[in-house]
């Protein structure tokens, strides 16, 4: 599939979804959205990209396997749980910044087992989908 | 103490990293672990001596009732003191029998696990922890006696030990959970406290049962005993270890222990006299007519923890002196025979006593050996063993007039039996000239002082014990007897009784058993004349049975796991059909109530136009690419569904995850070939009317949540305190994120093995040589 007005599209499309992705991840806690989702979204902005310029450009562009991504951001989601523990409380417990951080707002370690999560869910989907479309190329 | 406890564990996990170290020669070095526990253990002898109990309590898991408690008393200082003593020299021995094997650090690894194990059983003081490490001996066992694993036979033996072991360790657990029950604790220390308390309880005979079924699995006693001689091709320092001192007391231990609190009632006593004194008769016969020396000493085994089962069962002071003091006598001369046995499968190569002879002029200290340990188990005044047996007879003798005169002769024939079996595995391979197979001389003519000395120390203790009776009295035996018993017993072992009856029974056992050795040989072809009677016996029926489940279960996972997608969804949805159906149709009170229900508007409507005709693309269409992106339609009109009534979250997840799966779809499907007609008219006909069948269900169910009261408390819960608890405004990704976090995280975790499956299923390369 060599397609010059998809490559173009995806040039722009690639960094504004990428983008919307973070927007959705962060806005989750308020309005609609969340990690889950965020995450799916980034997943398709880089099947989008395999699509126009192929897989090895993609995995290229990511630099890491996408397996790689996975125990990162299962280690980011459960150490957001771990973290109250050195205060003495339960796994878990919701702890938040005393002020609000510029743009992004309050900050608590739900937000940072949300990224857990958008990390896993894009190492998931995009070692699931690269794989079987490798095995299929072979 | 709990680092004495755990440190087999520690070794094991040590060696398991740091394996090569201890590969050579300094694997020698890893017998100072147990050397030093029974050194560290050796503190508490004054605390023992003054009939203290000690304890020793660590949090584990308070929540559950399970704490590693650790209790030290006479009984379980016996056992530790043979434990670890018995297994440092095992570890010695060890080193230069296995010497050069490939996989010597694993098999320490193994042995320190299994050492831990059989500590961590005597020591606990928690029923559930006798439990674990119940368990832990089981398996650790189980990689011993399979340790050459190159060698099917051992690991037919090694699974059949597992298998009979195991499933005894969960009547164990049975029997413990309705202890436990009953008296309301898990802790033996407290269940003492009250010993007649469970005798009364309605579920004493349950709790008799079980306990029964877990202690004879473990102790070999009839009918579970076969795993024994099958577990004989371990390495010999293994069997050495596991049926001289360790595994198999492990049962007798556990009768032992529970004797004060399940003891004294009829049920008790028979039961374990009847099956003990089977056993050992039994198992003591079978020993005559082997001719391989392990062979021997398995079944001599079988048949002195038949003795022990037997004496515990009668119960009286003698008999509890008896077995305490047998314990002792058995550990410290079949250790020894083992270990003399396994030099002389090292050296000459073989294991059958008719080609054996003469050995003593290739290895006179270990002749030494043999014959300390030969005439320790035969009896003979002045060793250990003669007080062992004395009180044997003293036991059987003080008991009630019918009892007196059918138990005294049952044990003089077993100990005329097993007089034969140590005589023959003892002596014989040493005495007379050497045959001529063996004259080309020992296979290692410069035997490792790690080889002869530990059996040499075996011997000599049974003599110095015999010698002087009040050494081991003092230390171990009347204090172990005093636990068993429940309350204190003085009762001195004495080397001389007088002239009396039990003198004449002991002299008539070594006179007969000297007889039957010097006149008797077993004959060759005695085993295949009662061919069609194996069928019955219980190893045939295990192993018919072990068959078959296999075959079941072989025929049952290639009906159901056949590989075929399709019949994996059409087997769950009818599933589901028959259960949610019969469920439905049977509780539920059937009505549509459309009283509630607004008007159709016309966006609705469109998406419900759209949703129909897609399906029906979906169904009839001869494309795979174009039945794709109709099912995609479908989904994408569930997600405008969402929307329009107030679930923007779900509506984007599902609207992410749809292109995501058509890309899948896509990915696989392009590549096939074109559509091919793969089902007949009568499977479509089939998989309609199911697809029908379970829509309407789903449909039926729909109608019906929407009338049922629906409990709006938790969902109430949610809404108020999102803001409040977890300062965010959106309920759904609070939920998630904080809430139900738990939840979450463990669903990435499935989302990762799902990954994981897909990539090692495409990406693990098996060359049609490799499967299996």
């Given at each position: 599939m060599q397609?010059?007005?998809l490559?173009?599209?995806?040039?722009?499309l690639?960094?504004?979804?990428?983008l919307f992705s973070?927007?959705?991840l962060?806005r989750g806690h308020?309005?609609s959205?969340g990690?889950?989702?965020?995450?799916?979204?980034?997943?398709i902005?880089?099947?989008l990209?395999?699509f126009?310029?192929?897989?090895?450009r993609?995995?290229k562009?990511?630099?890491?396997?996408?397996?790689?991504f996975?125990?990162?951001g299962l280690?980011?989601?459960?150490?957001s749980?771990v973290?109250?523990?050195f205060?003495?409380?339960?796994?878990?417990t919701?702890?938040?910044?005393s002020?609000?951080?510029?743009?992004i707002g309050?900050v608590g370690?739900?937000?940072?087992?949300?990224?857990?999560?958008?990390?896993?869910v894009?190492?998931?989907?995009?070692?699931?989908?690269?794989t079987?479309?490798?095995?299929?190329?072979? | 103490?709990i680092l004495a406890?755990l440190?087999?564990?520690?070794a094991?996990?040590i060696?398991a990293?740091?394996?090569k170290l201890?590969?050579?020669?300094l694997?020698v070095?890893?017998g100072?672990?147990p050397l030093?526990?029974?050194?560290y253990?050796l503190?508490?002898f004054?605390?023992i001596?003054?009939g203290?109990?000690i304890t020793f309590s660590?949090?584990?898991?308070p929540?559950?009732?399970i704490n590693?408690d650790?209790?030290?008393d006479?009984?379980?200082?016996?056992?530790?003191?043979?434990?670890t003593?018995i297994g440092?020299?095992?570890y010695?021995?060890?080193a230069?029998?296995l010497?050069g094997?490939k996989?010597l650090?694993?098999?320490?690894?193994?042995?320190?696990l299994?050492m831990?194990?059989?500590l961590g059983l005597?020591?606990a003081?928690?029923?559930?922890?006798?439990?674990?490490?119940?368990e832990?001996t089981?398996?650790?066992?189980?990689?011993l006696?399979?340790?050459n694993?190159d060698?099917?036979e051992s690991?037919?033996?090694?699974?059949?030990?597992?298998?009979?072991?195991?499933?005894?360790?969960?009547f164990?657990l049975?029997?413990f959970?309705l202890?436990g029950i009953?008296t309301?604790?898990?802790?033996?220390?407290q269940?003492?406290a009250?010993p007649?308390?469970l005798?009364?309880?309605?579920?004493?005979e349950?709790?008799?049962f079980f306990?029964f079924?877990?202690?004879f699995?473990?102790?070999a006693?009839?009918?579970?005993?076969?795993?024994?001689?099958?577990?004989?091709?371990?390495?010999?320092?293994?069997s050495a270890?596991l049926?001289?001192?360790?595994?198999?007391?492990?049962g007798?231990?556990?009768?032992?222990?529970?004797s004060?609190?399940?003891?004294?009632?009829?049920?008790?006593?028979?039961?374990?006299?009847?099956?003990?004194?089977f056993?050992?008769l039994y198992?003591?016969?079978?020993?005559?007519?082997?001719?391989?020396l392990k062979?021997?000493l398995?079944?001599?085994?079988?048949?002195?923890?038949?003795m022990l089962?037997?004496l515990?069962g009668?119960g009286?002071?003698?008999?509890i002196?008896?077995?305490?003091?047998f314990i002792?006598?058995?550990a410290?001369?079949?250790a020894?025979?083992?270990l003399?046995?396994g030099i002389?499968?090292?050296?000459?190569g073989?294991?059958?006593i008719?080609k054996l002879?003469?050995?003593?002029k290739?290895?006179?200290l270990?002749?030494l050996?043999?014959?300390l340990?030969?005439?320790s188990s035969?009896?003979?005044?002045?060793?250990?063993?003669?007080i062992g047996?004395?009180l044997i007879?003293?036991?059987?003798?003080?008991?009630?007039?019918?009892?007196?005169?059918?138990?005294t002769?049952l044990?003089?024939?077993?100990?005329?039996?097993?007089?034969?079996?140590?005589f023959?595995?003892?002596?014989?391979p040493?005495?007379?000239?050497?045959p001529?197979?063996?004259?080309?001389?020992p296979?290692h003519?410069?035997l490792?002082p790690l080889?002869w000395?530990?059996p040499?120390?075996l011997?000599?203790?049974?003599?110095?014990?015999?010698?002087?009776?009040?050494v081991?009295?003092?230390l171990?035996?009347s204090?172990?007897?005093?636990?068993?018993?429940g309350s204190y017993?003085?009762?001195?072992l004495?080397?001389?009784?007088?002239f009396?009856l039990?003198?004449?029974l002991s002299a008539v056992t070594?006179?007969?058993?000297?007889?039957?050795?010097?006149l008797y040989?077993?004959?060759?072809?005695?085993a295949a004349t009662?061919?069609?009677?194996?069928?019955?016996?219980?190893?045939h029926l295990?192993?018919?049975?072990?068959?078959?489940t296999?075959?079941?279960?072989?025929?049952?996972?290639?009906?159901?796991?056949?590989?075929?997608?399709?019949s994996?969804i059409l087997?769950?949805?009818?599933f589901?059909?028959?259960?949610i159906?019969?469920?439905?149709?049977?509780t539920?009170?059937?009505r549509?109530?459309?009283?509630?229900?607004?008007e159709?508007?016309?966006f609705e409507?469109?998406v419900?136009?759209?949703t129909?005709?897609?399906?029906i693309t979906t169904?009839?269409?001869?494309?795979?690419?174009?039945?794709?992106?109709?099912m995609s339609i479908?989904?994408?009109?569930i997600?405008?569904?969402?929307?329009?009534?107030?679930?923007p979250?779900?509506?984007?997840t599902?609207f992410t995850i749809?292109?995501l799966?058509?890309?899948l779809?896509?990915?696989v499907?392009y590549?096939?070939?074109?559509?091919?007609?793969?089902?007949?008219?009568?499977?479509?006909?089939?998989?309609?009317?199911?697809?029908?069948?379970f829509?309407?269900l789903i449909?039926?169910?729909t109608?019906?949540?929407?009338i049922?009261?629906?409990?709006?408390?938790i969902?109430r819960?949610?809404?108020d305190n999102?803001?409040?608890?977890?300062k965010?405004?959106n309920?759904?990704?609070v939920i998630l994120?904080?809430?139900?976090?738990?939840d979450?995280?463990?669903?990435?975790m499935v989302l990762t093995?799902?990954?994981?499956g897909?990539?090692s299923?495409?990406?693990?390369n098996?060359?049609?040589?490799?499967k299996d």
């Amino acid at each position: 599939m060599q397609s010059t007005i998809l490559k173009t599209a995806t040039n722009y499309l690639l960094p504004l979804l990428l983008l919307f992705s973070v927007f959705i991840l962060l806005r989750g806690h308020y309005e609609s959205g969340g990690g889950f989702v965020g995450g799916l979204v980034a997943s398709i902005a880089f099947v989008l990209h395999s699509f126009a310029y192929g897989l090895e450009r993609t995995q290229k562009l990511l630099k890491y396997p996408p397996k790689s991504f996975i125990p990162v951001g299962l280690l980011l989601s459960f150490m957001s749980g771990v973290l109250p523990m050195f205060g003495g409380k339960a796994y878990m417990t919701g702890v938040w910044s005393s002020e609000p951080l510029p743009v992004i707002g309050l900050v608590g370690s739900a937000l940072f087992f949300d990224i857990g999560v958008f990390i896993v869910v894009i190492g998931v989907t995009l070692t699931i989908l690269f794989t079987i479309s490798e095995s299929i190329d072979q | 103490m709990i680092l004495a406890v755990l440190s087999g564990f520690l070794a094991a996990l040590i060696l398991a990293f740091s394996g090569k170290l201890f590969r050579g020669r300094l694997s020698v070095l890893l017998g100072l672990l147990p050397l030093s526990i029974f050194n560290y253990f050796l503190y508490f002898f004054p605390d023992i001596s003054a009939g203290k109990v000690i304890t020793f309590s660590y949090r584990w898991i308070p929540s559950l009732g399970i704490n590693l408690d650790f209790r030290l008393d006479g009984l379980s200082m016996l056992f530790v003191m043979l434990i670890t003593g018995i297994g440092a020299l095992i570890y010695f021995y060890a080193a230069s029998y296995l010497e050069g094997h490939k996989f010597l650090d694993r098999f320490y690894a193994y042995l320190s696990l299994f050492m831990g194990s059989m500590l961590g059983l005597v020591l606990a003081d928690n029923t559930l922890l006798i439990f674990i490490f119940w368990e832990l001996t089981s398996i650790s066992s189980f990689f011993l006696i399979g340790f050459n694993n190159d060698n099917a036979e051992s690991r037919k033996s090694a699974l059949m030990a597992l298998a009979i072991t195991g499933c005894g360790g969960f009547f164990l657990l049975a029997s413990f959970v309705l202890m436990g029950i009953a008296t309301q604790t898990y802790s033996i220390g407290q269940m003492l406290a009250a010993p007649g308390f469970l005798k009364e309880q309605p579920a004493y005979e349950l709790v008799l049962f079980f306990l029964f079924v877990g202690s004879f699995s473990k102790s070999a006693q009839f009918p579970f005993h076969f795993w024994l001689p099958g577990a004989m091709k371990a390495p010999t320092p293994v069997s050495a270890y596991l049926h001289s001192a360790t595994m198999v007391k492990a049962g007798i231990y556990l009768l032992a222990r529970f004797s004060p609190l399940l003891g004294d009632h009829l049920l008790w006593t028979n039961t374990l006299m009847i099956t003990g004194g089977f056993t050992m008769l039994y198992a003591a016969a079978h020993s005559v007519f082997k001719k391989d020396l392990k062979s021997i000493l398995a079944y001599s085994t079988i048949s002195a923890l038949g003795m022990l089962v037997f004496l515990i069962g009668i119960g009286t002071r003698y008999a509890i002196v008896a077995a305490a003091a047998f314990i002792l006598v058995h550990a410290l001369y079949k250790a020894g025979l083992f270990l003399i046995t396994g030099i002389i499968d090292h050296e000459a190569g073989t294991r059958n006593i008719d080609k054996l002879g003469g050995l003593r002029k290739w290895f006179p200290l270990v002749a030494l050996a043999g014959l300390l340990a030969a005439l320790s188990s035969a009896g003979v005044p002045l060793t250990f063993g003669f007080i062992g047996k004395d009180l044997i007879y003293e036991a059987t003798l003080h008991t009630q007039d019918f009892f007196r005169y059918t138990l005294t002769p049952l044990a003089l024939i077993t100990n005329i039996l097993l007089l034969y079996a140590g005589f023959s595995t003892g002596i014989r391979p040493f005495a007379g000239s050497i045959p001529e197979n063996l004259s080309k001389g020992p296979l290692h003519p410069s035997l490792s002082p790690l080889l002869w000395i530990p059996p040499l120390i075996l011997g000599g203790l049974s003599i110095f014990f015999g010698l002087l009776p009040y050494v081991p009295d003092q230390l171990l035996v009347s204090h172990a007897a005093s636990s068993i018993y429940g309350s204190y017993i003085f009762l001195p072992l004495k080397i001389w009784h007088g002239f009396n009856l039990t003198l004449l029974l002991s002299a008539v056992t070594i006179v007969a058993g000297a007889a039957l050795y010097f006149l008797y040989r077993p004959a060759t072809a005695s085993a295949a004349t009662q061919y069609w009677l194996q069928w019955f016996s219980p190893q045939h029926l295990t192993e018919w049975t072990g068959e078959k489940t296999r075959l079941f279960a072989y025929h049952y996972t290639k009906m159901l796991q056949n590989g075929y997608l399709r019949s994996y969804i059409l087997t769950i949805t009818v599933f589901l059909i028959g259960l949610i159906g019969y469920r439905f149709f049977s509780t539920v009170d059937l009505r549509v109530n459309t009283s509630g229900f607004t008007e159709i508007r016309f966006f609705e409507f469109v998406v419900f136009a759209i949703t129909v005709i897609a399906t029906i693309t979906t169904v009839f269409t001869n494309s795979r690419l174009t039945a794709i992106v109709s099912m995609s339609i479908i989904g994408l009109s569930i997600c405008l569904i969402y929307v329009y009534y107030g679930a923007p979250d779900l509506a984007m997840t599902q609207f992410t995850i749809d292109t995501l799966t058509v890309v899948l779809f896509v990915l696989v499907l392009y590549r096939l070939p074109q559509y091919l007609i793969n089902s007949n008219r009568k499977m479509k006909l089939r998989d309609g009317l199911v697809a029908f069948s379970f829509g309407t269900l789903i449909s039926l169910i729909t109608l019906q949540a929407l009338i049922s009261p629906a409990n709006k408390e938790i969902s109430r819960f949610y809404a108020d305190n999102a803001y409040l608890l977890a300062k965010g405004k959106n309920v759904v990704n609070v939920i998630l994120v904080d809430f139900r976090g738990a939840d979450t995280m463990v669903e990435t975790m499935v989302l990762t093995i799902a990954a994981l499956g897909v990539y090692s299923l495409l990406k693990l390369n098996v060359k049609p040589t490799d499967k299996d």
